[in-house]
């Protein structure tokens, strides 16, 4: 699997009157680094959603894991891989590294999601297209 | 001027390692109670925004003094209300009380705006309608 | 089980561009619901951390399911309460409904935390106290 | 003066429903981008509160300015520096920069705050120390 890095800097409005990292922050990390998984991987998401007409990469299941906390000034790594592709699913993992130590880890699952024809207010999966699966895969398909 | 009131509770996740409120959380409730002062003025964004054609009212000035600090589990009343209105933006004020007493209070310049017609990837300043600014202005027009 | 509700009104702010609730903010809902949870069952959380001599009731573990998706001006009712207990460490299910019909599913392992007198820079799970747990399994203690 | 400068990237999470930055995150960022004053300037925050015995250095007055949109994918630069230092407080000018054009501009007016010895639930505005004053000026004391 294609694995991406993506380094953080915690900063003091992430944290919480306990002086750590509020955990809900590390879900909006999840999705920056989901977000540098496809750009690391060749597919920067604006242009993808749009040359592939779909709305984005909507979540519908999401778990984590806080194993140490940090708190501002403390600079921590990411790596994000996809663990598993459905049909129109994928589960991308995510590992926070605190001075090499894994801190969290969380798991997404993700759909590739286009307006639903039917009632365009509405999302709908849609089959992952192949050359997007072999780049996650760390596959070059070009 | 229609006055606009709305209570917000602030909540631990609100607040920073000093234990006070993290400052860019107050621009969030200015957010808020400008859509609360359009509903509570009759107009719901959401509604307002698709049937007169525009995309938001988007920020181009803000100010904001903050006299005293707020912890999680404080009540704050906010009060907003319309202090000027130009060709095609307005001056919002918000005034946060702690106990009565003012303790931040901001000044919101916002445009009413559209998709520029020449490039539809840009928004373009329209006329404020005159029923929007007459609700706003706390006269009923219906 | 107590069972505590909580309103809560989406806020244009909430949303990214999809249209639709950014979900880290579904957990700072939980957080939010959690604190809720507290204060209906009668310990509002910064008198019951300074009684009780604990930092917080840090988060170990957190899952969500994400039904249906929301947008601004959707206003969502969530039911909260602890579906297990541990020594140190209790389980909060919340559940987000939209118009009856339910939307956001999660659950919040979270832990009993003070200082650990070891090293006070590192949180420590202590035993929950009865009166505690009493008060969150709906059985009033006084 | 010295000038301290950062990087951001703008994610899909930090957009509003109209596709743009949401305007509060602009003060996270200069809030971060006056952390990264004080690190690049040479005192970490967190060494530099705890050695100079302050709880932080809290915003008393804030203003902004908003030139043109941006949104996810955007990089933007920041050049943040000293304006002006007063008795006990000092302005903070923030410059994002978009393709080398100005975008947004803030001026964040903030206080050199300790624990008021009267009452430690207060804060209290304490004279800013000459070599915190030499540094950020970009006169090395060393």
């Not at 921590?76 to 994928?90: A, H, I, N, Y």
Request: charged share 25%; net charge neutral; with cysteine.
């Amino acid at each position: 699997m294609f694995v991406s890095k993506k380094t953080i800097l915690v900063e003091w409005g992430h944290c919480d009157p306990a002086g750590i990292v509020f955990y809900p922050q590390y879900l909006m990390w999840f999705d920056a680094c989901t977000t540098a998984l496809f750009t690391n991987a060749g597919m920067p998401i604006r242009e993808l959603f749009s040359s592939h007409g779909i709305v984005g990469v909507p979540l519908v299941d999401v778990r984590a894991r806080f194993i140490s906390s940090s708190t501002f000034g403390d600079e921590l790594t990411v790596e994000s891989d996809v663990q598993e592709f459905k049909r129109s699913s994928f589960v991308i993992r995510h590992q926070f590294f605190k001075s090499g130590k894994l801190a969290v880890e969380g798991f997404e699952t993700r759909v590739w999601a286009g307006r639903n024809p039917d009632d365009p207010q509405r999302l709908k999966g849609l089959p992952l297209p192949p050359d997007v699966m072999a780049r996650l895969s760390g596959n070059k398909t070009e």
